[in-house]
């Protein structure tokens, strides 16, 4: 494996210190245009690359629409659809709510229209999801519904002392881009709690295997929500089933995601995400072609008190989540910290994140796990891309083809450098209705796309 290493933005005030789970940070439209967003000092950064992340240009209008209303990388995530409109939620600061540990915000939204060649995206008006309080790291997926789309947000509320809650928002977008709420601050989990970090949540779209369209189940899309999160000392999991019949969404959950790996621990210290910022967790689909799938849950956890950390994977087929079963789970050998993971096409899964943390001179790692062997899960680790590194916060393309891309903060104080690494996908097999089948690659040779030979690895 082989991967190309760029600095694309020099990004000030960053809350580095612990890391964090950073959402849906880079995208990529129809044409082939990849955009890349981080935060820096306060503005949510975007550049776009026509050739594959080799050049980049600063998209100034878009970025400044965002303009020192952004605390940190984790308070913002951006989605482009199957037609190409991007989403945004992001946590928009409230300077005179800062208590000392954490910040007040509102959560918003905004959809942007793309241009022609997908290089510039003009915004609708804000649209306040939940007003100012101690709300913090939405997520979010869309897509298209009818004539329209939908937007779907997850967010997190947390306050020592009092409450920890995960909430949900959705939005209904016409054919002219008119947006109106369809469904605002559902709450899908409210407790009492000590914890003093938000639930960090992660939300997928049930997808055809781009990540955008919505998989077709008996003849009609069936765009199903599969929410990640972490409550407490305990990993858990929501499905939002879609009912063809009525067009709406149903919460189904949540449900503790359990193995038996974590039988030796005791049963209110299962494992969490939320004691250090440099846990995390990700929720990915992997549809099938008899029209079910299969849910991903994986991060670095850990105990509360730290005695035990570890990098898991758990997964289990849709229609049997809900149930009261257990997850099957594996632990993956060495760990993860602060970072992200995303679902190859040929069904493994690719991380990128920091595998031994050891500030200021920390190891940043890209590999992949091994999902193809019944039973077991293998870490590869294919390239060590940094080690000069603190608590980076990782991203990364959520389905990629022929090309993986992920960004990363890197550095030990202000500024922090953001970096782009690029890694081909293009020599690749995909296990395929029970038989390894050649993956049709196409690369961009000479400025023109070339169909690629591809090689067993």
């Known amino acids: 494996m082989t991967f190309t290493l760029d600095t694309v933005d020099v990004a000030t005030n960053v809350y580095a210190t612990g890391g964090g789970q950073s959402p849906r940070h880079v995208g990529v439209t129809s044409n082939g245009v990849r955009w890349y967003g981080f935060r820096s000092n306060g503005n949510f950064n975007f550049f776009y690359s026509p050739d594959g992340g080799t050049t980049r240009t600063w998209a100034g209008t878009m970025s400044q629409t965002f303009n020192g209303i952004i605390t940190c990388g984790t308070e913002f995530s951006f989605f482009i659809d199957e037609d190409d409109y991007m989403h945004v939620a992001y946590a928009k600061h409230d300077a005179s709510g800062n208590d000392g ?20 995206y003009t915004w609708s008006t804000e649209q306040t999801i939940v007003g100012s309080d101690y709300w913090h790291v939405p997520d979010v997926v869309a897509h298209r519904e009818g004539t329209g789309w939908k937007a779907h947000v997850v967010y997190s509320y947390n306050w020592t002392n009092n409450r920890q809650i995960l909430a949900y928002s959705r939005f209904d977008i016409t054919a002219a881009g008119t947006i109106s709420p369809d469904q605002m601050n559902l709450f899908l989990h409210d407790v009492t709690s000590s914890d003093d970090q ?36 305990v990993t ?29 621990h005791s049963a209110t210290a299962v494992m969490t995400v939320l004691y250090e910022h440099h846990r995390w967790c990700k929720v990915l689909y992997a549809p099938n072609s008899d029209g079910t799938g299969t849910a991903i849950v994986l991060g670095e956890l850990g105990d509360n008190a730290l005695s035990t950390q570890v990098f898991v994977i758990y997964e289990q087929t849709i229609t049997l989540t809900g149930s009261s079963g257990s997850w099957p789970g594996y632990a993956i ?46 870490r590869t680790d294919t390239d060590t891309i940094d080690t000069s590194n603190t608590e980076a916060q990782a991203s990364l393309l959520q389905y990629p083809t022929t090309q993986l891309d992920g ?12 970096q782009l690494v690029r890694e081909s996908l293009s020599n690749v097999y995909v296990w395929w209705q029970g038989a390894w089948t050649k993956a049709v690659r196409y690369i961009n040779t000479g400025g023109a796309w070339l169909a690629h030979s591809p090689t067993k690895l």
């Open 198 to 233: 938000p639930t960090f949540p992660s939300i997928e779209l049930r997808h055809a295997g781009n990540g955008k369209t919505p998989q077709t189940v008996y003849g009609l899309p069936k765009p199903d929500l599969f929410i990640t999160y972490a409550l407490g000392t």
């Open 236 to 264: 858990r999991f929501v499905r939002m089933d879609y009912s063809q019949q009525t067009g709406t969404w149903t919460s189904q959950g949540p449900e503790t995601v359990t193995t038996a790996y974590f039988n030796n």
């Open 407 to 418: 960004l990363f903060t890197d550095g030990n104080a202000n500024p922090y450098n953001v």
């Open 333 to 378: 050998s060495g760990s993860c910290y602060s970072g992200s993971a995303a679902l190859r096409q040929d069904g493994h899964v690719a991380f990128l994140g920091i595998s031994t943390w050891n500030p200021p001179n920390s190891t940043v790692t890209l590999g992949y796990i091994d999902r193809h062997t019944p039973g077991s899960r293998f």
């Open 101 to 120: 540990r954490t910040y007040k915000a509102w959560i918003c939204y905004r959809r942007g229209t793309p241009n022609a060649g997908r290089t510039d």
